[in-house]
């Protein structure tokens, strides 16, 4: 290929100074990579009940005619829905390709040169990506005790602010702000900027103090909320998310939105996928027995771990997580590797099925093993050389 000798002069240092997330290769070459028959993923917090029966229906009985049609360009059903199980104004609600995308609606609609975000330095990485990629500061404020630190953001806001992101429960650690803590938080931002709160976890939480987010946008006109279909509706294949607020900042941040980005089979599962009742409940039930599990088991490994709200757990391990990563791998498991989250040797575990579970543990433990014999194998060595 001919080398592209203008290249350099055409990109802008702030894409220059960043480096593409290398998303995990698929099953199958995974597979053959590790040389494992089946693989057990533990790395994205999927439902492992996957979509609700309701919405499993309506993908079956896709119309295959129907993808030749365009979508509807603003999910219309899906946010009249969403306006009457929230009590709401179907205005209030924007959808997008995930969640994801939505950040990407909220950053654009109110950044520019000079602008900055702030965040915590150990949750989500988008919010801090989707700013540095766009050419904006992302100030990253250190948890506290595994949580968000309402004042050291407070102290770090200056007039270029323009948007704080709380992730809620926290996508590691799984800590929460509970009602209190976020309308607080909220009284001391006084509309200085745009308040993110990233509910992705929110449909796992049943801790009645939780934040009822949606509620408080009628107080709070700064207040943006983001949901997704990805976690407890099991339709993260689909893409579909969004964010609700008040009129005006929905009005501003339309303004950013691609339309078609959300495609005709993610808006009819989504709408059929509210209707189904127990598929909360049956999804929750899952996680606790999961969670009893596991925390159990880590308990008896002896590995630490931080546990929190949401479906899935942090733990720390004697080796460096990307090591563990692999020699999970070899065994048929994957797991998050934290490094990225700024949580090196710690890896992130979704809490699945319990036949996951187990064939985590039960790798875990393998590994565990080996490297004690190896380490009775070196010490061995040792004392026969020193003799
Ligand atoms: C998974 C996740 C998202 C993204 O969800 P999509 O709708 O699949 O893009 C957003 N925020 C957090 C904290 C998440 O864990």
């Known amino acids: 290929m001919k080398s592209f000798s203008g290249l350099e002069r055409l990109v802008p240092d702030y894409i220059k100074n960043f480096e593409a997330y290398i998303p995990s290769k698929p099953d199958d070459e995974l597979k053959k990579l590790y040389g494992c028959s ?53 205005d209030q609600f924007l959808a997008g390709n ?82 209190a803590a976020l309308r607080s938080f909220l009284d001391r931002i006084e509309g200085r900027c745009i308040v993110v709160v990233d509910e992705a976890y929110r449909e796992f939480v049943e801790d009645p103090e939780f934040p009822d987010s949606m509620k408080l946008i009628a107080d709070y006109p700064n207040l943006v909320v983001f949901r997704t279909f990805s976690k ?7 893409r579909i998310g969004y964010l609700a607020a008040g009129n005006e900042v929905v009005d501003i941040i339309r303004r950013t939105c691609v339309v078609y980005s959300v495609n005709t089979m993610a808006q009819a599962a989504a709408l059929t996928a509210l209707d189904d009742t127990g598929h909360v409940a049956r999804t929750r039930e899952v996680v606790k027995t999961g969670k009893r599990f596991l925390l159990k088991e880590l308990d008896l490994m002896g590995l630490p771990f931080v546990n929190g709200e949401g479906n899935f757990v942090m733990v720390r391990l004697p080796i460096s997580d990307s090591l563990a990563y692999r020699k999970l791998m070899t065994r048929g498991v ?54």
Not at 53 to 67: D, G, H, K, M, N
Not at 108 to 117: E, L, M, R, T
Not at 341 to 355: A, K, Y
Not at 366 to 373: N, S, Y
């Open 38 to 90: 089946r693989l057990y993923r533990l790395n994205n917090n999927e439902n492992p009940l996957g979509p609700p029966e309701t919405a499993r229906r309506v993908l079956e009985a896709f119309e295959p005619a129907r993808a030749s049609l365009y979508p509807s360009g603003d999910c219309y059903h899906l946010r009249s829905k969403l306006a009457d199980i929230f009590g709401m104004h179907p």
């Open 98 to 179: 995930g969640a994801n995308e939505v950040i990407a609606f909220v950053i654009k609609a109110f950044c520019q040169q000079g602008d900055n975000i702030i965040t915590a330095d150990k949750t989500f990485a988008v919010y801090e990506w989707v700013a540095r990629f766009s050419g904006f500061e992302a100030r990253l404020i250190p948890l506290v005790n595994y949580g968000f630190d309402a004042d050291g953001m407070l102290e770090r806001i200056d007039e270029r602010t323009r948007i704080v992101f709380i992730c809620n429960p926290n996508n590691p650690t799984g800590s929460w702000w509970d009602q």
């Open 232 to 238: 407890m509706y099991g339709l993260a294949g689909l």
């Open 334 to 387: 994957m797991v998050r590797a934290m490094t990225g989250f700024r949580f090196p040797n710690w890896i992130r575990i979704t809490v699945s099925h319990m036949e996951a579970l187990e064939a985590f543990v039960d790798a875990w433990s393998k590994i565990q093993r080996e490297g004690r014999d190896f380490q009775a194998l070196s010490k061995t060595l040792c004392q026969l050389r020193s003799v």
